[in-house]
């Protein structure tokens, strides 16, 4: 940050830009933020060293919902009512929270080494981003997009706003049905009424029954009383009615359900709202006003059982709506609310993810996920009975609502009031600006464009360079409510995409499958995990529970393990470092061939990983970078290469294995940006231009298949060695003599890293006892002393000889199989006549060393 290294402006480079997604302001940063931003910190990364001009951009969200019931319970502290508050003075104290609690979040990003472009740290409310916010709706509404309707929408109590259908969870909930008489004016006769919310009867004005129904054709035209409220309803009918539920008889109560206000329009009923916005029950309720509606739910119940209207009740089980954000019951409500026409403006969205395949949705299969959202949109209810927000700029004139201008200020609506209306003599105190705000993501569907400040300045120099961005990361959660809706928005402003790429991330659980959150106790503070075990380390321990679109098992041994890595890392240094230099030393032989080999073998993985980062497994590139240097620098080539204790290197090796450990930070940076870039100026005093943040990426040379071939052959002579050693109960520092029927490859490594005094041909005829080992088709034999339990050896290779029999059998029984042979690739024909090929020489050499025992 000190040396601006992460900053962005337009130039000649192809640009690489990321829009971060946004947390809530006040938020801090959990588990699923800190896999998020590795994600995105990783991509950027390595897109600044491939030479791209990376523009990762930062910011916050206001966050209406959750952010005001935080302001509210702060202030109910303070003994302070929201509704004694007058607007401005409720947002002064929200601005005063948010000013006190806001960017924690964006400052610990920067503690796990988020290499944004802070400069151009945005936040949904500031000044231009309302500002691109009410434009757009301006825009939209001249269009006819948006639109003021009287709804049936979500309710949400605690929060007391609308919700959108997609921030409504369904879940299973256990509940009750309950059977109610209704009495038939002028008889006798009694009506029941299946329902499982008693406490709506309050608001019923008729019942609805099926017109072909022979239960209850007697009862047309009649009417009913209402149990408790008395009132005279009517008996209506409706081929709505489903016979089969319940009684047969449907309670209509249009202002509470969806389905009865659609009935209750077309049969021109009565609307009576028996709850307040709390829900509570107002003066409808008669004797039960001012109670919660679950209170007098149990109270309504106990009426109707007492007055016999009750005839019964079972349990019942159903789906209720509840609010994402605050887990209340939903409760359906007419209302007066604004509304955004979707079907035209999907279609692009549609196009471009699930036909043309312009975006691309990593892993595939969320695909399904967007396409049922899209195919099945709904407008969307835009407004939010909040203060915390984009007020909405609607200005009503004179006594009517339908009277109303949509303007950008005060003074703007002012003279279109008077050019609609044709009253000159309006003023400014006779206009009143609608009392909600639009909905927290109306602002967040920007955020592509409006950080580029691309909606007031369509065609300023950033929005044309950096738009469209290349990857969007984020969660599947917000696939609809986010993701897509940007897309919407990025084909209606600038008719493109936002973004070409869409990584979906898991959830992040404990260890035992459970998904991690501070209710259940199982969610570690990421801040507390930074300092135990470094930023670094917690950022591998993510990585490597971590797999595109699958749900992470995050379990903090990993990050131990993490940690683990960067200090085999920094003792790798500190080993090189520690060489003493002789100038006059050559480079031996040996030596050289081991730099060819890690050079080659580099190479190759480097397009392995290349291939992972192309496909989004950012896991794998890291897995393959771990097992590189781990295994194949730090425990085989530095093995290799290091002088003898005690004894000086020559220049040569040293510079040659300074660079190649240069190369592995280069790889490794992405994923551990702190002891790499610390490492690379130990290695070598640099210049501000020569940090490695901005070096490049390693560049990919040819590959000597044969070379790494050899080596690997090398792995496992030495791997045989060590455990001979082991089994054989032979020191691992005393010399030994390895005798071969075949040629060795690289005799000289295999001689150091096994620790042998010699390797030689083998002779039949070798009068000592001598103990083998095989590596494939190949068999190596080692001196050994008379003490050995001939015993033992014999029943180690008899379990090696019945495997191996085993083994061939079950080739065999494969290749035998015709319709695998008719079916299967050529290729994996091949590999498979190839295993049972090298098991039966495996099986000759074990009984041929069986018979000499």
């Known amino acids: 940050m000190e040396k601006d290294y992460f900053s962005s402006t337009p130039d000649d480079r192809d640009p690489y830009a990321i829009v971060i997604p946004p947390p809530n302001v006040t938020g801090v940063l959990h588990m699923g933020h800190m896999l998020n931003n590795t994600l995105q910190d ?116 605690e929060a007391k706003t609308t919700l959108s259908d997609e921030e409504v969870i369904y879940e299973e909930k256990d509940g009750q049905l309950y059977q109610i008489a209704y009495a038939v004016v002028g008889s006798d006769e009694k009506l029941i009424i ?9 608001g019923d004005t008729a019942v609805c029954i099926h017109p072909e129904d022979e239960r209850y054709k007697h009862l047309k035209g009649k009417q009913l009383v209402v149990p408790i409220a008395g009132r005279i309803i009517p008996i209506i009918e409706d ?24 009935l209750g329009e077309k049969h021109k009923l009565e609307v009576i709202d028996i709850f307040n916005d709390d829900a509570t029950l107002n003066h409808q309720g008669l004797a039960f006003e001012g109670m919660d509606r679950f209170v007098a739910r149990k109270k309504i119940v106990k009426a109707l059982e007492e007055s016999g209207e009750l005839i019964k009740k079972e349990n019942y089980r159903h789906k209720v709506g509840t609010s994402e954000r605050t887990k209340a019951v939903i409760e359906p409500r007419l209302s007066d609310q604004w509304f955004l026409k979707m079907e035209e403006l999907a279609k692009p969205a549609i196009k471009s993810v699930l036909q043309s395949d312009e975006i691309q949705l990593v892993p595939e299969k969320f695909k399904n996920t967007y396409r049922h959202w899209m195919e099945n949109i709904r407008d969307w209810n835009i407004s939010r009975q909040l203060w915390w927000g984009q007020q909405i700029p609607a200005y009503y004139y004179g006594n009517d609502k339908s009277n109303f201008v949509v303007a950008k200020d005060k003074n703007s609506a002012l003279e279109m009031a008077r050019e609609v209306s044709g009253n000159t003599s309006l003023e400014l105190a006779d206009l009143r600006q609608d009392e909600d705000v639009l909905d927290t993501w109306f602002s967040s569907w920007l955020w592509p464009i409006s950080v580029f400040n691309g909606v007031l300045e369509p065609d300023n120099p950033d929005i044309n360079y950096y738009y469209p961005t290349k990857d969007l990361v984020t969660g599947p959660d917000i696939l609809f409510f986010w993701v897509a809706r940007m897309i919407i928005s990025g084909y209606e402003l600038r008719n493109d995409k936002p973004f070409s790429n869409v990584y979906l991330t898991g959830l992040v659980r404990d260890k035992k499958g459970k998904k991690m959150s501070k209710q259940l106790g ?102 393959t970078s771990y097992k590189l ?18 004894d000086p290197v020559d220049q040569y090796t040293l510079a040659a294995v300074k660079s190649l450990f240069e190369d592995n930070l280069r790889l490794l940076h992405p994923f551990m940006p702190f002891i790499t870039e610390e490492l690379w100026h130990h290695i070598s005093d640099r210049k501000t231009e020569e940090a490695l943040v901005v070096s ?9 298949q044969s070379l790494i071939e050899d080596f690997e052959t090398v792995k496992q002579i030495v791997g045989g060695i060590r455990n001979f050693r082991k089994e054989n109960n032979i020191g691992f520092k005393e010399p030994l003599t390895l005798f071969s029927k075949t040629t060795v490859p690289q005799g000289e490594v295999i001689t150091k890293l096994g620790l042998l005094s010699a390797i030689e041909d083998h002779n039949e005829d070798e009068n000592q006892p001598l103990g083998s080992f095989r590596i494939g088709s190949a068999e190596f034999f080692i001196p050994i002393n008379s003490a050995l339990d001939p015993e033992e050896e014999r029943k180690k ?57």
């Open 239 to 262: 081929d709505y009615v489903d016979v089969e539920f319940g009684t047969g008889c449907l309670k209509v109560t249009p202002a509470h359900d969806v389905n009865d206000k659609a």
């Open 522 to 623: 199982n969610s570690p503070d990421a801040l507390a995990l930074i300092d135990s075990y470094g930023a670094d380390a917690v950022r591998v321990g993510l990585m490597l529970s971590s797999a595109a679109g699958n749900d992470l098992l995050f379990d903090e041994s990993l990050c131990q393990q993490g940690k683990n890595f960067a200090n085999k890392i920094w003792n790798a240094y500190r080993l090189t470092d520690g060489w003493e230099v002789d100038e006059t030393l050559e480079m031996p032989a040996m030596n050289k061939v081991a730099i060819q080999w890690y050079n080659n073998l580099f190479d190759q993985t480097l397009t392995t990983i290349d291939d992972h980062f192309n496909k989004y497994r950012i896991s794998d590139a890291l897995m």
């Open 42 to 157: 990783i991509i950027i990364r390595r897109a600044r060293m491939q030479g791209y001009n990376t523009c990762w951009v930062p910011g916050t969200d206001h966050a209406s919902i959750a952010t005001e019931a935080k302001v509210v319970a702060k202030l109910k502290e303070q003994g302070i009512e929201k509704s004694s508050l007058t607007r401005e003075d409720f947002l002064t104290h929200a601005w005063e929270w948010t000013h006190q609690y806001g960017g924690v979040i964006l400052e610990q990003l920067k503690k796990l080494g988020c290499s944004c472009d802070w400069s151009r740290t945005k936040f949904t409310l500031d000044e231009d981003m309302s500002a691109a916010v009410i434009a757009t709706f301006i825009r939209l509404y001249n269009k006819g997009l948006i639109y003021r309707g009287y709804r049936m929408v979500n309710w949400d109590p």
């Open 696 to 704: 490049n990426w390693p560049k990919k040379g040819t590959v000597d």
């Open 629 to 646: 240097i781990w295994d194949d620098f730090c425990s085989w080539f530095l093995e290799m290469v290091k002088p003898h204790y005690g």
């Open 797 to 853: 290779l008899t379990q090696e000889l019945n495997y191996a029999k085993g083994f061939l059998k079950s080739v065999e029984k494969k290749l035998s199989n015709e319709r695998f042979v008719s079916n299967a690739p050529e290729k994996v024909i091949e590999l498979e006549r190839k295993k049972a090929t090298d098991a039966q020489e495996k099986i000759t050499l074990l009984e041929k060393s069986l018979d000499q025992l």
């Open 194 to 202: 299946a329902t499982t919310r008693p406490e709506t009867l309050l």
